[in-house]
């Protein structure tokens, strides 16, 4: 066998919904797993889940190594941040489960949850949209500070003398502003000062609309518009996958002529050339 015809295989096998299916399965497996290691266990099903974990370690590697044949080239699987993502979580997996590393070795078994993110497009796409958004949420939430430090140092200038433990200096009353913005039994701290500065609920209300609601609206407005775009993206490259398939599937479908169909059309021609001599002749 060539190294073209069993790469081509393993893409076969890479791409076969059959086969990601069962990785998913898998995955899914080994989190059970990981979470029943968290109980009190009889001695044999502890032995039984070790014996499962060597096996979901093994099956995890020879799937790793199915892509990386698969693929193009070293810098091409490599090239992708979800296998690099994927050959950490496998690689960290391999740590041995005993001496002074069975901690680290549980903690790195218990990021192969984690993908289940790069198996699934819909969660995958999910993650970039959460990571390409990030930047503009990086502006609302600067201008989220700026709007805390203010209140914070007004809150802590009126009403450090009501409430030392919340209002105490501007970092606490930044702390106190966080809980009210949340809803965390935030009528307390307004009734609170309300009683020495009636019209204080001005303060309260101004603050959560600005926050509560005005940038959280926005926040949830960039994740949607960088969703968008997301989402946009995966169904063009579905799109491009299903026509590059398509050729590939029409010559498989289209079998060769078999001999005898030769042989008929070949006849055909030996009859049309003996009526187009007899033509000739008369």
Known sequence: MSVATMQEKLKRIDRSKTFQGFVIFVIVVSALSIGAHTYQLPLWLEQSLWALDIAITVFFLVELIIRYMASESAKGFFSQGWNIFDTIIV???????????????RLLRIFRVLRLVSMVPELRMLINALLKAIPRMGYIALLMFVIFYIYGAVGSMFFA???????????????????????????SIMYETM?????????????????????????????LDVMGEESRIMNEEKALAKQ???????????????????????????????????????
Not at 91 to 105: F, K, N, Q, Y
Not at 161 to 184: C, K, P, Q, Y
Not at 245 to 272: T, W
């Open 91 to 105: 690689i960290g997996s391999l740590v041995p489960l005993g001496g002074s590393t069975i901690l680290l070795a």
């Open 161 to 187: 003398h009501i409430n030392d433990f919340l209002w105490g200096d501007v970092s606490i009353a930044m702390l106190t502003l966080f809980r009210v913005s949340t809803f965390e039994s935030w009528t």
């Open 195 to 223: 009683e020495v500065y009636p019209l204080s609920w001005i303060y309260y209300l101004s603050f959560i609309f600005l926050t509560t609601f005005t940038f959280l609206n926005m926040m949830v407005g960039a994740v």
């Open 244 to 282: 590059v398939q398509q050729p590939e599937i029409d010559s498989c479908n289209s079998a060769p002529a078999s001999a005898a169909e030769v042989q008929k059309l070949h006849d055909k021609i030996d009859e049309l050339t003996v009526m187009l001599n007899k033509l000739k002749s008369n």
